[in-house]
Each structure stands twice: as C-alpha cells, then as structure tokens.
C-alpha cells in the first residue's frame, strides 16, 4: 500500500512523548539518565520526547519497569507506532490489527505486511521529498503493522501478488534477494497463502491497482483501494462485492501455492547470483 509524509495531527505520537516527559520529570531524571536505565540513548530518547521518532515496544516495556508503570506505555506505543502512517491510512492499519482474514492483491510491491525492512525503506525513500526522520519513522510504522501477523490468533493471509513484483528490483539486487526469500519463508507459514499471478496471463483486471478485504469480527467485510495520492476505505455492501469478485477473477488466474513458492525462489536465486 502506498504511504505518504508524517501527519501528527492528534498524534499518538505526541502523548506518548507528553507521557514520557511528565514521568522522567516526576522520577527527577535527565535525559541523559533515563538513557542510561533504559539502555538506550539520550538522543533517541531527546528524539521520542520531541515526536521525532517512533518509540519501540522495547522502549515502551523498559519504561513501564522503570517508572513502575506496568502496561501503561506499552499501551501507548500502540498508538503512537501508527502517527507516521498518513491519516487516511490509519483507519485501515487498525482494522488490519484485528483481521480474522486478510486477501491482498498488489500489481507492482510486496505488500506492506510482507515486506522486509531494507525493502520497505527502499519503496519509501522514492516518496517526494521525505526527509531522513521520515523515512526512518515511516519505515518503523510499515514494520509494526506486521504485529497483525504474530498475534496468537493471526489472520488467514491471502495474497496474490503479480509477476511482475519479483521482476521490479528494489533496492539492489541483495535487498531483492533478501526481500524473495523472506516471501518464501512468510508463504511456508499455515496461516498464509502467496500465489503469482503469471506474466503470461497478460492484462487482467487487478492492473487497475492494489486493494485488499479484511475480515473483521462483528463488522463483516471492508475493503481498501489504493490510489496515486492516498487510499480509502469502502464498507458498502455492492463495493465490497466488486472487490472480492475481482479477487476472485484473479486468483482463478494465478499458479498454485507450491508452484508459485518454487517462482518466487527461483527468483531469489536469480538475484543472489546477480549480487
């Protein structure tokens, strides 16, 4: 999915960093100090409070023990981690969050659930001119919405990508490599099914663009389409229909599981030989 410039409004972000500053004061800590008890830097720390940088779940649990604070800001991450995704896409990352199924088509990336770190920074550093905290902060977010993946009761994954995404190099040919077989291993998960819609099916109907449905509990389905500038989110009853006819219509077109597994390594190969 496309992801655009950070947007603080109601952040996240800021009351994790007001949270932070409020209980380093009441403790009589410096930056500095707290650095040291949390084991990480005062700059990062410096960062955090200034709604610079996204805070990890690490740092939140560290924080929690040394303000005794149990849960309080782990709590906060949570919603902190989704400030520098656009506001448009916030809506669709929380319904991503609690998913009991998850179909995705992407013509052109791997999805943003799937994507390694190196290839998720190399797609984002071609947004118009992001600047490095950006980047490193628009990265970080893509990365914690793959939590949906490690709950205890992860989603069915469905995702079909076209050929055409391993071809695309990204990056160099390394992240290429690195980004195929962490596919492979994603796709040897029970829980998730990757196929490739084959170069040689030749115009379908999902060149359009990337979309995906989400199975939600109590809520039915829900369905995100991309677009150049942003995305949305459609809930109608016939909307929703279309999409998942054309989901449909294009896995009738794609290669099974194992064959498109034994494509995707080969295409890994490809890249390490090349790097």
Not at 111 to 117: A, D, K, R
Not at 146 to 164: K, N
Not at 264 to 273: H, P, T
Request: aromatic content about 6%; proline content about 4%; some cysteine.
């Amino acid at each position: 999915m496309a992801a655009g410039r950070v947007d603080q409004s109601g952040s996240g972000l800021a009351l994790f960093a007001e949270e932070l500053q409020a209980a380093r004061v009441r403790a009589g800590l410096s930056q500095d100090e707290l650095a040291a008890k949390v084991v990480y830097s005062a700059s990062l720390v410096g960062m955090i409070e200034g709604c610079r940088r996204v805070p990890s779940l690490d740092f939140a649990t560290r924080c929690d023990d040394v303000f005794g604070t149990p849960g309080t800001f782990e709590r906060l991450q949570r919603h902190a981690r989704t400030t520098p995704l656009p506001s448009w896409f916030r809506p669709w990352a929380q319904v991503e969050a609690v998913a009991t199924q998850l179909r995705l088509f992407e013509p052109s990336v791997v999805p943003g659930l799937l994507q390694t770190e190196d290839y998720a920074r190399a797609v984002l550093a071609e947004q118009p001119a992001i600047q490095d905290d950006e980047l490193a902060d628009a990265v970080a977010a893509r990365l914690a919405r793959q939590v949906a993946l490690a709950r205890s009761d992860s989603p069915l994954v469905w995702a079909l990508l076209d050929e055409a995404v391993l071809h695309r190099q990204v990056g160099n040919a390394k992240i290429m490599a690195g980004q195929l077989r962490y596919l492979a291993r994603m796709a040897e998960q029970p829980n998730i099914t990757i196929q490739i819609v084959p170069l040689a099916t030749g115009a379908h109907c999902g060149l359009a663009g990337a979309f995906a449905v989400a199975d939600v509990a109590g809520a039915g389905e829900v369905a995100y389409l991309d677009t150049v500038t942003d995305g949305y989110i459609a809930e109608g009853a016939s909307v929703v229909a279309r999409v998942i006819l054309t989901f449909n219509a294009l896995r009738s077109e794609a290669l099974p599981r194992r064959t498109s597994l034994d494509l995707i390594m080969k295409r890994a190969e490809d890249c390490e030989r090349s790097s």
